[in-house]
C-alpha cells in the first residue's frame, strides 16, 4: 500500500518519530516488522506491534475496498441512494403545514436544528416527536424509538402522557374509521405505558458529561436498534456559561457535530438538536441570530427557525438541501404540536389553545 | 527521507548498508549528499561501487526539469473544461470547472454550496456524461434533489436512471475516514480497474472544513498538519489524473460584526486556484428568494471581484 505515513491515524508523537527516521509509506512500515521499527525509533516492542496492527488495519481496509467495490461502508451510487431515500418514513409533527415545507416530516439520517426565543415551543416539539416516531407503520410512522438527551431539565413527564394519550386516541379514532385488521393489531402494543417505557431518558449537566453520552451513544444504539430518533434538547445552555477558551468550544462543537452526523447515517435514525438565540448588534439595529456561533451553522443539515409574530408562533425554514425556504404558523395546544386551526371553528371553549402551563405574551382581556 | 535498505538499487547489498550506517548514513538523502572520497575511506569500500550507486539513487529520487514548451502541450492536451450547466457560473470561472485544479465554494449556512455542487454533478452527469465522485462529510447529499434538477434538465426517464448511476457517492465522516477514501480512488485510477467508476472527471467533496476544523485550534499542530497531507492528496489527484476537484468551505467572522472571511485560514487559501463566495439573503435584501450572489475571491484567469446571479431553485 503506497499509503503515507502522515495520514495513518497513529498518535502525533509516533508519527514525529517515524518521519524523523525516514519512513515514508506504510508499506515501509510493514515490511520492517515489530523488532526493527522499535529499534530504529526507539519505542518497546508492544508499542511498535500496535502501531503496525493499526496501520494493517488501514491497509487491509483500503485493499479490501478496492478489490470488493460496493461492499465497504458507505459508498453506493446516486441511484441507490434515491431508492433508499424514497423508502425511508419521516417522523411526523402533527402539524401538517411543518411536514409540507420540511418534504414529509422530520428527515431521518440527517440533523435538524429547531432555534428559537425562550418559550416559543422547541422543548414541546421535540416531546411531540418521540412520541411520533413510535406510531406504528400502518398509521404512518416509523415503529422507531427514541432516546431524549436533556441538559436543561425542561423534559416534563405529565406533559408526555398528555402528548401521548392524544396521539393515542387520534389513531384509534383513524382505526375506527378505517376498520382494518393490521390497524387493531398496532393498536394493542401503542398504549400509553408503551409509549413512556420506549423513550429512553438521559440528563446531562455539563458539557463533558454530554460529550461523554453522544460519545457512548453508538454502543447504546447498537443495543437498543428500534431507536430511531435522537433528540439532544438544549445543546447550546452547556456550552454557552463559563467556557473561557472559545477555540475549545468550537473544536468540541464540530467534533460533536461530526459525531452525531455518523450516529444518524450508521444508526438511520433522525437526529434533533435544540438551540438558543443570541443577539447581534449590527451597525443601526440588532436582531436575533442562533447562538453558538457561526461555524455551528454549518453542522445541522436542515435548520428551522421558530419566532414569534404579535400572538401567533411561526416557524421559518432556514436551511434545507432538498426544500425551499417558508414560513407557517403553527399551535401548541393541550394536545401537542398542532396546526392552526381556522378562527371559526370551537375550539374557544379550551381557551385560545395556547399550552397552559406558558404564559401567553400580551395580558388578555378577560370579558 | 527514504531508508537506504539491501535491494534499493543493484550494487547496494547488505554489508554495504551495514558499514554506512555505522559511519552514520542511514538515508538516501545522507548518502547523496556526503563527500564519496571520505565515505569511500571510512568505510573501506570501493570508490566506483559507490559512485554507480549514487548515480542509480539519483536517477531514482530526484525529480526531471521539464520543458516549458512540453508542459504546454502536455497541458493543451489533457486539460478539459467542464460547463457547470448555470450559464452565470460558467461565466464566473471563465467557462467552467478546468481539470487538474482545485476549485473552492465558500459561503454562509443556507447560502446554496451544497445546492450549487449538486447542480454541477447533475450537469456533469447528464450533459457531458461522465462519471462523478461526491466525497459527503455533512449528510447534506439529498439523492431527491439531485432527481428533481435531473428532471428539470430532460424528460427522458432512462437518461435518468443512467446519470444517477455515474455519480458515486461515498460518505467520510471524518478525516481519516476522508483520507482513505483519496487513497483507495487513487489507488483504483492508477490501476485503471475498469468498475462502476468509468471515465473519473470530477470529484466533489462536500465539505473540507466539516472534517478539519475539530483537529484546529489548540497547542497541537497535528490539525494543520492533515490539512496539508489533504490537500496534498487532493492536487495530485487533480494533477495526476486530470481531474477537476470542487471543494466547499465554510465562513467565519473575526468578531461578531467583522465581514465574512474563508475558514481555515491562511494556509488553506493558498490550496485552491479559485475562489467563489455564494452570500444570500442578507446581500439581496429580499425574503425567501432562491436567488444567490456568486463573486470570484480568487482566480488565476480573471479579474477578482466580478458577480453574478445564480439561481438555485
Known sequence: MQREVGTLPLAPALRARLAAAGFQTAQELLDTGPCGLSKEIGISREEALEALQVVRQECHGDAARTAGGSGATRKCTALELLEEEQTQGFIITFCSALDNILGGGVQLTKITEICGAPGVGKTQLCMQLAVDVQIPECFGGVAGEAVFIDTEGSFMVDRVVDIAAACVQHCHLIAEAQEEEDHQKALETFSLENILSHIYYFRCRDYIELLAQVYLLPEFLSEHSKVRLVVIDGIAFPFRHDFEDLSLRTRLLNGLAQQLIIIANDHKSAVVLTNQMTTRIGQSQSTLVPALGESWGHAATVRLIFHWDNNQRLATLYKSPSQKESTIAYHITPHGFRDVQPPAVAHSAEGTGMNPRKRPRTEEEKQ | ?313
Not at chain 2, 498538519?225 to 489524473?241: D, G, I, V
Open chain 2, 1 to 313: 527521507m527514504v531508508v537506504l535498505r539491501a535491494g534499493l538499487c543493484p550494487g547496494l547489498t547488505e554489508d554495504m548498508i551495514q558499514l554506512l550506517r555505522a559511519n552514520g548514513i542511514k538515508t538516501v538523502v545522507d548518502f547523496v549528499s556526503s563527500d564519496l572520497e571520505d565515505v569511500a575511506q571510512k568505510c573501506s569500500l570501493s570508490y566506483k561501487a559507490l559512485v554507480a550507486v549514487r548515480r542509480v539513487l539519483l536517477a531514482q529520487f530526484s525529480a526531471f526539469p521539464a520543458n516549458g514548451a512540453d508542459l504546454y502541450e502536455e497541458l493543451k492536451s489533457s486539460t478539459a473544461i467542464l460547463p457547470t450547466g448555470s450559464p452565470s457560473l460558467d461565466q464566473l470561472l471563465d467557462s467552467g470547472l478546468y481539470t487538474g485544479e482545485v476549485i473552492e465554494l465558500m459561503g454562509a449556512p443556507g447560502s446554496g454550496k451544497t445546492q450549487v455542487c449538486l447542480g454541477i454533478a447533475a450537469s456533469v452527469s447528464l450533459g457531458l456524461k461522465q462519471h462523478v465522485l461526491f466525497l459527503d462529510s455533512t449528510g447534506g447529499f439529498t439523492a431527491s434533489r439531485l432527481y428533481q434538477m435531473l428532471q428539470a434538465q430532460t424528460e427522458d426517464e432512462e437518461e435518468h436512471l443512467e446519470a444517477l448511476q455515474r455519480i458515486q457517492v461515498v460518505r467520510a465522516f471524518s478525516i481519516y475516514e476522508l483520507l482513505s477514501a483519496l487513497q483507495e480512488l487513487r489507488d483504483r485510477l492508477s490501476q485503471q480497474v475498469v468498475s462502476s467508476v468509468g471515465p473519473l472527471k470530477m470529484v466533489v467533496l462536500d465539505s473540507v472544513s466539516a472534517v478539519i476544523y475539530p483537529l484546529l485550534g489548540g497547542k497541537q499542530s497535528e490539525g494543520l498538519a492533515l490539512m496539508m497531507q489533504l490537500s496534498r492528496e487532493l492536487k495530485t489527484l487533480a494533477r495526476e489524473f486530470s481531474l477537476a476537484v470542487v471543494v466547499t468551505n465554510q465562513v467565519t467572522r473575526d468578531s461578531s460584526t467583522g465581514p465574512l472571511k474563508p475558514a481555515l485560514g491562511r494556509s488553506w487559501s493558498f490550496v485552491p486556484s479559485t475562489r467563489v463566495l455564494l452570500e444570500g439573503r442578507e446581500a439581496t435584501g429580499e425574503k425567501a428568494t432562491t436567488q444567490r450572489l456568486a463573486s470570484l475571491a480568487k482566480s488565476p484567469r480573471q479579474p477578482t471581484g466580478i458577480q453574478v446571479e445564480l439561481d438555485i431553485g
